[in-house]
């Protein structure tokens, strides 16, 4: 198969220096995935703030106890207080099930439908997006930075609401009870927010460097998985561990750096409270000494205030889980803000004509992304249908991009391509892929049954179609597999033989019977027996379809009822040389023989065929005579 020309990859986006300016920005384009939860959402903050605040309330009751009861030893109120708090001890559990019940509902929805999203988006990116981004990168997306957002709606936005509203609700109680050191604490908040700002935005820059390299190493992860023949052949394994070992230490120490920041900041948030506390005993025990403040509220006070212990030193991880959620969410949103360059037509327009597969280049160029060189320029041609063409020409110039222009994979840079008459770009996608169908010389099967493979097209044929099409494509073997048509190939279909694989995607580009049929060699993996076979087949199949065939075994030129010889690609790209059968090029144009003769096989076989025609017209003829 002809390679295409290297574009180049980024190893990964460019990370901001600072987070936008904007706050959590990211996330808060999240909200149309989060609006069918809304209800859920809703109710669990409420069954969480319901919870904090029955908490809030056991500390004034203590206060009733200790002022009331207890100091007037009055044992026979002690019991209705008393029961009160179980009730409200029971109601805080009630309300904390609620809340996780409705979290289990609400945040796995919005991770599955934005994980849904995101998959069928990749989709509809055209080959070139795919070509210049790490597989790895797209996998740590769709895995670890979309759990990571379902961790901060299920948790982290949750508790940043109801801490929130529990500092200012417990604050101003604290207040009310002792105006100066409920001031005091809203005081020594102020320096704790600007420095966990100032830190936040460190963390922000650090959980997305990190998050970057852990794409970096899942390529390299899945590069070395689908390498692994190669690797081991020429024994390899410690270069390839050295690799991942310096990429996974790279991650271990941004990791680390992370783990660091989050420590410090967790230690400030820590430490405040507690000085806080500490302040608060001196003052309020001098209270209480001074007959300023009764026993009862002192200790109505500090609990309250205890109660604000957990909520502000959660804070910092909260905070952190925020600053990875948002920057999970600007690596999914760079995909999904991608735009197809390759858009489905207005499935409401009028389909193509019913006429079976024309197929016509015109002034069609291409060249690839982030490359100004063109690869085709100026190509013209039209196939009729019914007729079979062979694409044949050095290795550089072009013959697979032009059969990959045809089912849309890459789009022209100039000209156009029409099917039927119709420019495929005013096609459905659908339709357009429903008359074209491809078979390549690397094929591509998927972890599935040869079933699941082969129908793939077309889900709905019979069992009939599908003999029919393994016949084409000499693929029968497959009913010798240890379940017949349901056995699992594996993945990248690496069970099977290099000519098998080739045999099974042959068969499932003829098995819909397209209107045309692009074949890029597909054919190269086979013994020469075997390829006799398919190809004696195949005519049988191409006279009742458009082919557009890639030469590069020998015989494959003779499945063509005309041949295009492509000239060396050259500064302006390669353009059509030749165009005839394959005795009038033999006989007419240098160029082509020399490149057939590095194949000298195909000039027999040509001869061969050519033999047998005439003996063939010769015998007619003897016949008519007669």
Known sequence: MESTPAVPVPSKPKIPDEPRRSAFISLRRLTPFIRPYRTQMVLMTLAALGATLVGVAVPLLTKNLIDGPIAHHDKAALWPLGGLVLLFGLVEAVLFWLR??????????????????????????PVAFHDSWQSGQLVSRVSGDISSIRRFFGFALIFLVVNSATFLLVG????????????????????????GRVVDRRYHRQSRAAQDQAGDVATLVEESALGIRAIKAFGRQGLVFGRFDERARQLR??????????????????????????????????????????????????????????????????????????????RIWEVLDTVPAIADADTTRQACGE???????????????????????GFDLRI?????????????????????????????????????????RELPLAELRRKVACAFEDPTLFSASVREN?????PQATDEQLDEALAVAQAEFVHELPWGLDTRVGEQGLTLSGG???????????????????????????????EGKVEEALHSVLRETTGLVVAHRPSTVLLADRVVLLSPAGPQGSTIAAVGTHQELLRTCAEYRDILS????????????????????????????R
């Open 598 to 625: 590095q194949t000298s096989d195909l000039v027999d076989a040509a001869d061969e065929v050519d033999a047998e025609a005439t003996e063939a017209t010769d015998g007619e003829l003897a016949e008519v005579t």
């Open 454 to 458: 082969l129908t793939m097209g077309v």
């Open 100 to 125: 996780r019940w409705f979290l289990q509902r609400a945040a796995l929805g919005i991770e599955t439908d934005i994980r849904n999203a995101f998959y069928r988006h990749l989709q509809k990116l």
């Open 500 to 530: 098998q694989r080739q045999r099974v995607a042959l068969a499932r580009a003829v098995l819909g019977r397209p209107s045309i049929l692009v074949l890029d060699d597909p054919l190269s993996a086979l013994d020469i027996h075997t």
């Open 384 to 424: 009729a249908p019914g007729e079979t063409v062979a694409l044949v020409g050095p290795t550089g110039c072009g013959k697979t991009t032009l059969t990959a222009l045809v089912p849309r994979l890459y789009d022209p840079t100039a000209g156009r391509v029409l099917v039927d008459g119709v420019d495929i």
């Open 172 to 195: 101003g109680a604290l207040v009310i009870i002792h105006p100066v050191m409920g001031l005091i604490i809203y005081a020594a908040s102020v320096p704790l927010i600007v420095y």
């Open 253 to 330: 120490s941004l990791e680390l750096r992370k783990i660091r920041t989050l420590s410090e900041l967790w230690a400030v948030f820590a430490l405040q409270p507690q000085t806080v506390l500490s302040l608060c005993v001196l003052i309020g025990a001098y209270a209480v000494s001074t007959g300023v403040l009764s026993l009862g509220t002192l200790v109505a006070f500090l609990s309250l205030y205890l109660t604000l212990l957990w909520p502000i030193e959660s804070m910092a991880w909260l905070m952190a889980q925020s600053q990875e959620a948002n920057s999970a969410a600007e």
């Open 355 to 377: 006429r079976a597969g024309e197929l016509v280049f015109e002034n069609v160029s291409f060249h690839y992304p982030n490359s100004a060189k063109p690869i085709v320029s």
